[in-house]
């Protein structure tokens, strides 16, 4: 039987507004462009977690943060291993796989309420389970991305506000530097156009995807 090797997995990462989503999706035309296998995914999931954690974040309903974090690491685990829809299906099948968040942005996000420490060891099965071939993070001043949110966005989430992006972004780095000797990350500058973004990005990692 033909054996195809496994797909490559690329997490981009980046507090609200950093235009980390328009990059997924000008990664995704590009390899598209490129005859290359691709599946594009989002954190959180569809999941029934995932619907819950999207109810809290808009603030419809209320609970502490060690149990959004909690409610993460399971929609993360569900992510992974979901028959129809998990990373870890797409990969073997040898398609390359993009996602908008992965487990770095637990580490970011909650740890702003949270021991870091904690958030690393709840999310410890998810990263033996499945690790980023490479995480992408752009890099953009909290204050250029709040005005990009209160700009274009209807609702607004409960971490959208100037000082907790600004924690948020601390907490990123403080997350790479704890994980730098098993974790493969790249920072971009987001400051810049997209699509002088894009072509970074792109030169950066096209000889990372198989086909």
């Not at 073997?92 to 021991?115: C, E, T, W």
């Amino acid at each position: 039987m033909e054996h195809k090797a496994r797909g490559t997995f690329i997490a981009l990462e980046g507090i609200d507004g950093s235009g980390k989503g328009t990059q997924i999706k000008k990664l995704k035309k590009r390899l598209e462009k490129e005859h290359y296998p691709v599946y594009r995914t989002a954190e959180p999931n569809d999941s029934p977690f995932g619907d819950l954690i999207h109810q809290i974040m808009i603030g419809r309903i209320h609970t502490t943060n060690d149990v959004i974090a909690a409610l993460f690491v399971a929609d993360r685990l569900d992510h992974i291993q979901n028959d129809t829809n998990g990373i870890l299906k797409f990969l073997n099948q040898g398609i390359n796989v993009l996602s908008d968040r992965y487990y770095f942005s637990s580490y970011a996000y909650q740890s702003v309420d949270l021991p870091m420490d904690w958030i690393i060891e709840a999310n410890s099965l998810a990263a033996k389970l499945l690790r980023p071939d490479l995480t992408i993070f752009i890099d953009v001043d909290p204050q250029i991305t709040m005005d990009r949110i209160e700009k274009n966005r209807l609702t607004r989430e409960l971490f959208e506000k100037t000082d907790r992006l600004s924690k948020t972004r601390e907490r990123y780095f403080e997350a790479f530097d704890k994980m730098k000797d098993v974790e493969k990350i790249l920072i971009v500058d987001g400051s810049r156009e997209p699509d002088e973004i894009a072509d970074e990005i792109w030169e950066k990692t096209k000889d990372l995807y198989v086909r």
